[in-house]
């Protein structure tokens, strides 16, 4: 047996040893036809190119997927952003969405609470509850999570620039609930720098920012091992208009940024590293889609292996989220979105994605309702079970034309990651607005060519409808509004007014020095200052960017 | 004229401003003077920066759901401002009924994703020369329905239909060789029946004939500053099969728009105040 050969036989070994403890979710893997679908398919001489560019699933570089036995083992976890309006009626939809099967929590909060406002800040004005739920203290984040198990559900929150608060919040609730903080399980967005590129919701400036994301990796990595401390987003890079190559190099890069950062401040790599989760985008054209993921992975492994001197497997493996990209659906014609979600859902399962959103049909008109975004877990649920694209692990490998899409993307990706670095990195590039011009550059380009017909969009600029009949859509009632500020109100009058200012001081003077600032935010929580009130501590010390 | 100047602003907290900018590009390739305000903006600021700016029309964009509150607030604050002529419009994810409602608020003009950025400017363009009161009249409504055109076999085989029980007249009967027609005028109160006749197998009407059978061919709205309207059209992405102003039957410019633009509708554009002969 030739030594190319024995590696394969190796992976198959420890496969194996690991089923033993975590069986696959069938005995056997059949077709339509009866023919048994094999766990992996290969070349069948695997040569060093092989084992360089792909090698085998869960094993460095980890191209073919991070895990042994991928979906096999365990599908992704189902996972559907949601929030509007009061925390009573988000944990409604959590509870509605739980029952239909799905697997994890993605909360989505409203902007005020995403900038550090409370509600009834000046600043919100018009934005209480709209795009997300309004959570001004530890009070509405008890209703929130009230009757969901923390030891049982995993929950992804999209947070960032006040990332530590929320977490804060989230692990006060679990004590109540008398789990221990070792045991939750979840991810907080806390990627700072995309906001600044992308997304929009930074409240200080970078350096005082990427001081809290340090903050929270060290006292995760101590205290809670099981969150994700961070998802580095390629996403809203996209949506914001960047091209694949784009939204790969600018994330990757970012995520280079954060490791500095965290070496910088003394962590370890390989203690940190494994808690680093991604979140990309499942855009339109369905085998770069799927090539990207696989490139992304094989990079990552790479950087942290090479340029970081990781030793840890954990912190080589490039684990992501995948939503699928909201700014491809269109006003027109929104049933035709679902087919739309479902490919892009599709290339993200073949890409080998962790846990995935999938888009409701109407969200380029409003906030989904029930039953379309019923619909978008059904699609998931499609894929899962009925397609087969589960049954064997990188079903697309050994394509040429993915293969070439692979390593395509892989260069020109590390082409402009060249050029990141060469004007400071990440953070001296946010500065300098170097990638929020290419993204913008690129979003005209392609506004151009949808309006000379080069791009075809389907039913806004080719199949058009005369008449569009009115859909249905969510509405988020405003009634609510007045009540979160007289809960507020409430609140405020009733919790002990000297803990809140002591432990608001504390927090300011911990700002003002270099100690980790979570302990304290945590206190903070606690005693029930309000989001608005510990983000404006912070604001005083860190400034405004 | 002075260039047109436009505020884009992004209201409120939303940070989604790949439209606002898209568009900002846009109108600034369509030869305004753009001033973006970046994120979070409250409507106070941005109605100071609009008129410190000394803009014709400030553009709101908002992907959060806060519209209803935040566009209002900056028209109120214009009006107290003393600067409620400057125009504003706005974008974002606007459901469609919120969109009447904004725009019978005060808002000119909400547009919907999917419009092309050609339309957007177009519009801009069009409401602010009206608001500054220049050229005045170069898109007015169009003034009537000069004709409609029908297609006939034959118009002797016609015409006894019209004379004989509905009692019209014939004013004229021309030949128009470029378009291979013969045309009957009839008069009918403000307006006119125009019966076509193809003189050719190769003639446009021999071919609708041939495709639809004899009817309603076109109808022919009268407007003026005809050609100054056809590229206007041409720039809001209006199909045109005339792009320049043509003889017609009648004697004045006439131009054709594609009926892919119009419902299915051959229209036809013409300036009857441009007899030939008394042309300025």
Redesign the interface.
């Known amino acids: 047996m030739s030594e190319q050969t024995s590696a394969f036989e190796e992976w198959k070994k420890r496969t194996e040893e690991e089923l033993k403890k975590r069986p696959e979710r069938k005995d056997e893997f059949l077709t339509s036809s009866g023919t048994e679908i094999k766990r992996l398919y290969t070349p069948e001489k695997i040569d060093e190119d092989y084992k360089d560019k792909l090698g085998f699933p869960g094993e460095y570089p980890y191209t073919r997927g991070v895990r042994r036995s991928m979906y096999r083992g365990r599908l992704w976890t189902m996972r559907q952003y949601a929030g509007f309006g009061s925390a009573e009626e988000t944990n409604k939809r959590f509870r509605y969405l739980l029952d239909q099967g799905q697997t994890g929590l993605s909360v989505a909060f409203d902007l005020p609470t995403q900038i550090g406002y409370d509600s009834d800040d000046a600043m919100s004005l018009g934005e209480v509850g709209k795009v997300g739920v309004a959570i001004d203290s530890l009070e509405d984040m008890e209703i929130l999570l009230e009757g969901i198990s923390l030891d049982e559900v995993s929950t992804s929150m999209t947070i960032n620039a006040p990332a530590a608060i929320l977490l804060a919040m989230y692990i006060a609730v679990a004590e109540k609930q008398g789990v221990s903080k070792e045991k939750i399980q979840g991810t907080i967005q806390n990627d700072i720098l995309k906001e600044y590129i992308a997304r929009g919701t930074y409240i200080y400036p970078p350096k005082p920012s990427m001081r809290l994301i340090t903050d929270i990796f060290a006292y995760c990595t101590e205290n809670t091992p099981k969150f994700n401390t961070i998802s580095i987003s390629g996403y809203h890079i996209r949506e914001a208009g960047s091209t694949a190559v784009q939204e790969l190099a600018f994330t990757l890069s970012n995520a280079v940024a954060y490791v500095e950062a965290a070496i910088e401040a003394g962590l370890d790599v390989d203690k940190f590293a494994p808690r680093l989760a991604f979140f990309f985008n499942g855009h339109n054209n369905f085998f770069e889609e799927a090539a990207k993921f696989r490139a992304a992975r094989r990079m990552w492994a790479k950087i942290m292996k090479e340029d970081f001197g990781a030793k840890n497997p954990k912190s080589h493996q490039l684990r992501f989220h995948t939503q699928v990209a909201g700014s491809t659906l269109t006003a027109q014609q929104p049933d035709n979105n679902i087919v739309r979600v479902a490919l892009q859902a599709l290339a993200a399962v073949l890409g080998g994605t962790q846990s995935l959103h999938t888009n409701s049909k109407d969200e380029a008109l409003a906030l989904p309702t029930e039953d379309s975004a019923r619909i978008a877990l059904r699609t998931q649920q499609i894929i899962a079970h009925e397609t087969g694209a589960a049954d064997t692990i990188d079903p697309l490998a050994g394509s040429y034309y993915v293969e070439a899409l692979t390593d395509d993307l892989e260069e020109k990706a590390y082409e402009y990651m060249q050029q990141i670095k060469e004007r400071g990195g990440a953070v001296a590039a946010v500065e300098q607005q170097y990638m929020q011009r290419e993204i913008q550059r690129a979003a005209y380009d392609y506004q151009k060519r949808v309006e000379k017909e080069e791009e075809i969009v389907v039913g806004v600029n080719k199949f058009t409808l005369d008449e569009e009949p009115e859909p249905e859509l969510m509405r988020v009632d405003d009634k609510f509004v007045e009540e979160q500020f007289e809960r507020l109100k409430n609140l405020k009058a009733k919790r002990d007014y000297e803990k809140v200012n002591s432990a608001l001081s504390d927090l300011k003077e911990a700002a003002e020095g270099t100690e980790n600032l979570m302990p304290h935010i945590i206190e903070a929580v606690k005693c029930y200052a309000t989001i608005g009130e510990i983000s404006n501590t912070l604001r005083d010390v860190f400034g405004e960017y | 004229m002075d260039k047109i100047r436009v505020l884009i602003a992004k209201p409120?907290?939303?940070?989604?401003?790949?439209g606002a900018?898209?568009i900002s590009?846009?109108l600034r390739d369509a030869g305004m003077e753009v001033i973006y305000t970046g994120?979070?903006q409250?409507p106070k600021q941005i109605v100071r920066a609009a008129i410190q700016e000394d803009v014709d029309a400030i553009g709101l964009s908002s992907l959060?759901?806060?519209?209803?509150?935040?566009f209002p607030?900056v028209l109120k604050q214009l009006k107290e401002a003393d600067a409620a002529d400057i125009i504003v419009f706005g974008g974002g994810?606007i459901?469609?009924e919120d969109v009447k409602a904004l725009e019978e608020q005060g808002i000119k003009k909400i547009f919907?994703?999917?419009t092309?950025?050609?339309t957007v400017a177009a519009y801009i363009e069009q409401a602010v020369l009206e608001g500054r009161g220049e050229e005045r009249g170069l898109l007015d409504k169009p003034k009537g329905l000069d004709h409609i055109g029908i297609a006939v076999k034959s118009i002797d085989a016609a015409l006894p239909f019209y004379l004989d029980h509905l009692h019209l007249k014939v004013d004229t009967i021309v030949e128009v060789p470029s378009q291979q027609v013969k045309v009957a005028f009839l008069g009918l109160g403000n307006t006119k029946l125009e019966l076509l006749e193809p003189l050719s197998p190769s003639s446009p009407v021999a071919k609708f004939i041939e495709k639809k059978g004899e009817g309603i061919h076109h109808i022919a709205l009268s407007v003026t500053s005809l050609q100054e309207r056809l590229d206007q059209l041409k720039r809001e992405?209006v199909e045109l099969i005339d792009e320049t102003p043509k003889e017609g039957a009648g004697g004045y410019p006439i131009a054709f728009l594609h009926p892919k633009s119009a419902?299915g509708v051959l229209v036809e554009l013409c300036e009857p105040e441009k007899i030939k002969g008394d042309d300025e």
């Open positions: 409120g907290l939303d940070g989604h401003d790949r900018l898209v590009q846009a994120l979070r409250s959060s759901g806060a519209h209803n509150v935040l607030e994810v459901p469609i919907t994703p999917g092309p950025t050609k992405g419902g």
